[in-house]
């Protein structure tokens, strides 16, 4: 069982919100995952996608996998650096503003 891996680091968008499109492509056939990406409505599906397709060149290219036969292991959404900002409020005071970004692996493997 051959297992290929993609990355995509410092997406600018919080993790919690990747994971909850991440979620619903994770244990699916490559092409199902596809049509599931291309259909949600999230900000988060085309970075996800792109990943993928990715990933999916990578087996071609260095394994000689088809699509048809690769599926969706895993998907690993990690937390990246925070750029910290700031916004100015009444009285002279600062209101925090955390602006997170994502670390995103992706694991695809064959089928048996």
């Known amino acids: ?4 891996i993609a990355h995509l680091n410092y997406l600018r968008i919080s993790p919690r919100k990747v994971r909850l499109v991440s979620d619903l492509i994770k244990g699916k056939a490559t092409k199902e995952a596809e049509n599931i ?23 071609k290219q260095n394994f000689q996998i088809e699509k048809d036969l690769l599926f969706v292991k895993n998907i690993l959404v990690n937390k990246g650096p925070t750029l ?27 089928k048996n």
């Open 1 to 4: 069982m051959k297992q290929v």
């Open 37 to 59: 990406l291309r259909s949600v409505t999230k900000r988060t599906a085309l970075p996800l996608r792109k990943l993928l397709n990715s990933a999916i060149a990578n087996a």
């Open 84 to 110: 910290k900002r700031s916004l100015p409020r009444a009285r002279g005071m600062a209101t925090p503003i955390n602006k997170r970004s994502s670390h995103i692996t992706i694991i695809l493997s064959t």
